[in-house]
């Protein structure tokens, strides 16, 4: 039996460090070390996970289509909640480390992803923060701008379908016909998988591309692996690989997009639409731009950049061609849901993380 070992070269461990610094460490550097038998390399065992998520990565694996073929060939999958009947007394029966490859997908919400995230770390030696929510807090942490109090208030209060006189909330520990049940502590904050355990990969995209997808199923049948911490996609912006005319134009009007019907060749941000590319990591291959939409930052901010929301911010203040301290807040006011625009994906990597809790 031998062993192919992952490039983790000296040059490497410097970003590996940057990560840990930034987290919550659980346990030392994973073995980076995939088992040949025979010359030929085993079957990879690999497991997918779901955690704050709508099930678009799920079902983004499985826009493989034919090439699904390819992953079982190279893949056996010993893990997915979403696809097959396996139960986490499984995992934890497993060995340490046995798992070659964990694609977690979803942010961090509650006690119970947080559990099941430190279980799948324990036992892969590859940790994958798969799609945008995973990486960056995604959708999910929009709700970063609340907390418990105020989400509970408007789901189960607020909310113009509920009949809650009561005020019942949902509860960690109840007991029903001497039965006792439990939910798992829905946390303030969301957080990004890498803020919870460390991460080897991250695979950005609301969902990953399908590309994309293969281009990680290659280089594990290859074991060709990227240097650890590496995010799998472009190391541009997203406006280096969008084919648009940009004349350097300023702006005097922000449209949405619902407002005008854009000039399909030119720039979008230079006719007056939000669009992130400048503060985007390019790799999806323009897809929304393709069809006429402005980019929404799902791939994350590009390499160098830690906050993608400000990124923005700088860039969309550079174009704005008023002076006038009026005109330039009537601008201000045209941008429709700041936080969601800025931060539509990326709040929990954020600099700001979340809003300030009151105490
Ligand atoms: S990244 Fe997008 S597709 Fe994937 S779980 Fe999050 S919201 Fe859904
Ligand atoms: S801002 Fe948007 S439309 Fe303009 S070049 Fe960048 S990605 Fe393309
Ligand atoms: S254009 Fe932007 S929002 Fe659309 S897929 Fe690409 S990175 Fe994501």
New binding site residues.
């Given amino acids: 039996m031998t062993k192919a070992r992952f490039p983790v070269s000296k040059s490497n461990l410097p970003v590996w460090k940057r990560i840990l610094s930034r987290q919550r460490t659980h346990r030392d550097l994973p073995s980076l070390e995939i088992e040949h038998e025979g010359g030929k390399m085993a079957k990879l065992k690999l497991a997918l996970y779901w955690a704050a998520s709508c099930g678009g990565c799920d079902v983004a694996v499985l826009d493989v289509n034919e090439k699904i073929l390819d992953i079982a060939n190279i893949a056996d999958i010993v893990f997915w909640p979403i696809a097959m009947d396996f139960k986490y007394h499984d995992v934890e029966a497993m060995k340490d480390d046995s798992i070659d490859v964990c694609l977690f997908n979803g942010a961090v919400r509650n006690s119970e992803q947080e559990k099941i995230a430190n279980l799948l770390r324990k036992k892969s030696k590859v940790m994958v923060a798969f799609g945008s929510c995973a990486c960056f807090g995604g959708i999910p942490a929009l709700g970063n701008f609340w907390d418990r109090t105020t989400i509970f208030e408007r789901a189960y209060i607020e909310a113009p379908s509920n009949d809650n006189q009561a005020r019942t909330f949902p509860q960690t520990e109840i007991k029903l016909d001497g039965v006792e049940l439990e939910l798992p502590q829905f946390y303030d904050t969301v957080s990004t998988l890498a803020q919870v355990v460390p991460v080897e990969y991250f695979v950005p995209?609301?969902p990953p591309?399908v590309d994309l997808i293969l281009k990680v199923v290659d280089a594990l049948a290859t074991s060709q692996l990227p240097p650890i911490g590496s995010v799998i996609a472009s190391e541009k912006s997203?406006c280096d690989e969008c084919d648009r005319v940009k004349e350097d134009k300023k702006i005097t009007k922000i449209y949405r997009p619902h407002e005008i019907i854009p000039d399909p060749k030119r720039c979008l941000l230079e006719q007056g639409i939000i669009c992130?590319?400048p503060a985007?990591?390019g790799g999806?291959g323009?897809?929304?731009?393709k069809v006429n939409m402005p980019?929404?930052?799902?791939?994350g901010p590009p390499a160098g950049v830690v906050d993608q929301g400000a990124k923005m911010l700088s860039a969309l203040a550079s174009i704005y061609d008023v002076d006038d301290e009026r005109e330039i807040a009537r601008m201000v006011e045209e941008v429709v849901d700041p936080a969601g625009t800025f931060y539509r994906f990326g709040m929990s990597s954020s600099l700001l993380k979340r809003r300030r809790m009151q105490t």
């Fill in positions: 995209g609301c591309p997203l992130l590319g985007t990591r999806c323009a897809r929304c731009i980019c929404r930052g799902c791939f």
